[in-house]
């Protein structure tokens, strides 16, 4: 079992930039892949950004390329997803999700593939 908790959400204007944080306990953190996912009101969950527990592969969303950066520190159990450039669209509860794997290099980016849930972050972007 492990326990996601995010943070850093909040309310920034267009052009402006955030970083969330998703802090892990429970189990080791190194072999969870890890993935960002978001949800507009009145929108279905959408995947945002996902990574391999080594990092060394990353995915995003074709909507956030250029402009939100995945990461992760192991020896915090912490991922982190720096979003710049936001927009009004980019507003939504953002979760963070947890996988257990054996691939070192493996990412995961649909909703199903993960076991567990943060209760999520609300950023808001206005114009």
């Known amino acids: 079992q492990v326990q996601l908790v995010e943070s850093g959400g909040g309310l920034v204007q267009a052009g402006g930039s955030l970083r969330l944080s998703c802090t892990a306990s429970?189990?080791?953190?190194?072999?969870?892949?890890m993935g960002w996912f978001r949800q507009a009101p009145g929108k279905e969950r959408e995947s945002v950004a996902a990574i391999s527990w080594s990092a060394t592969n990353t995915y995003y969303a074709d909507s956030v390329k250029g402009r939100f950066t995945i990461s992760r520190d192991n020896a915090k159990n912490t991922v982190y997803l720096q979003m710049n450039s936001l927009k009004p669209e980019d507003t939504a509860v953002y979760y963070c999700?947890?996988?257990?794997?054996?691939?070192?290099?493996?990412?995961?980016?649909?909703?199903?593939?993960?076991?567990?849930w943060g209760q999520g972050t609300q950023v808001t972007v206005s114009s």
């Open positions: 999700a947890a996988r257990e794997t054996n691939s070192r290099n493996t990412y995961y980016y649909k909703g199903n593939d993960y076991d567990y």
């Open positions: 429970g189990r080791t953190f190194r072999t969870y892949a």
